[in-house]
């Protein structure tokens, strides 16, 4: 019992992806028929990614490799996960956007976020390293997408409250989120002193919290009629 509650501690953003699938399935009919009916599937992909790298992490029985060279890396997991991520939001976002020009940017940003990992694999291993500049270069392109949304729903006169508005609280949550992952990951990949000595990586860790708080309330407060 005490491994478990040690496990849950060392990994407490695990059940936060767990209750975050729950509430999400359970709302679902509120956003059935929108550009995040495919939501569900990737909270549960998440909470799976995050399951094996602690897993390959912790356990022999879970490596990918007999290779002792490769033990315990969990890395590719999170690089694979990442392109995985990107590409989804990216999707949400060309299908929510209106205005043609907005859609027609989000679409290069994808293509450039795919070229951006494509080229990573020329100067860094996958397995061995996590693909940080792709990361980066991604996730501004992902706030420029929101960023096009915010812009396209402040033009716009609604009867609703963005309150019920899923996709506001979606969008507030991966603002935040991606503000602060590629300030963290510059610092743990390129200032490693600092990250030494302070606990930078705990801030990422907040604003997972908060990001799947977000998704939460968002499922939670939602209305069909509200989303935009």
């Given at each position: 019992m005490k491994e478990f509650y040690d496990f849950l501690i060392d990994n407490y953003t695990i059940p936060i992806y767990l209750v975050t699938w729950i509430v999400v399935v359970?709302?679902?009919?509120?956003?059935?028929?929108t550009p995040l009916q495919y939501f569900p599937i990737f909270i549960m992909y998440t909470f799976l990614s995050e399951m094996l790298a602690v897993l390959i992490l912790r356990y022999e029985e879970f490596q990918f490799f007999s290779d002792d060279s490769y033990s315990n890396h969990n890395?590719?997991?999170?690089?694979?996960?990442?392109?995985?991520?990107?590409?989804?939001?990216?999707?949400?976002?060309?299908?929510v956007l209106k205005v043609k020009k907005h859609k027609a940017w989000v679409l290069y940003g994808a293509l450039a976020s795919i070229l951006s990992f494509m080229a990573s694999l020329f100067f860094q291993n996958p397995f061995h390293a996590s693909l940080y500049y792709a990361d980066i270069i991604s996730s501004f392109i992902l706030?420029?997408?929101?960023?096009?949304?915010i812009k396209e729903k402040r033009s716009e006169q609604s009867s609703y409250s963005q309150i019920h508005n899923t996709m506001f609280w979606t969008s507030m949550g991966l603002a935040v989120f991606y503000t602060c992952f590629p300030i963290v990951y510059f610092i743990v990949?390129?200032?490693?002193?600092?990250?030494?000595?302070?606990?930078?990586?705990?801030?990422?860790?907040?604003?997972?919290?908060?990001?799947?708080?977000?998704?939460?309330?968002?499922a939670i407060t939602g209305r069909r009629k509200a989303f935009r």
């Open positions: 359970l709302r679902y009919r509120t956003y059935y028929d890395v590719i997991v999170y690089n694979i996960y990442a392109l995985v991520s990107f590409l989804f939001y990216y999707y949400i976002y060309w299908h706030l420029f997408s929101i960023g096009l949304y990949h390129e200032i490693p002193k600092i990250y030494l000595e302070y606990p930078i990586f705990q801030v990422l860790m907040i604003a997972v919290v908060f990001m799947h708080s977000s998704f939460i309330i968002g």
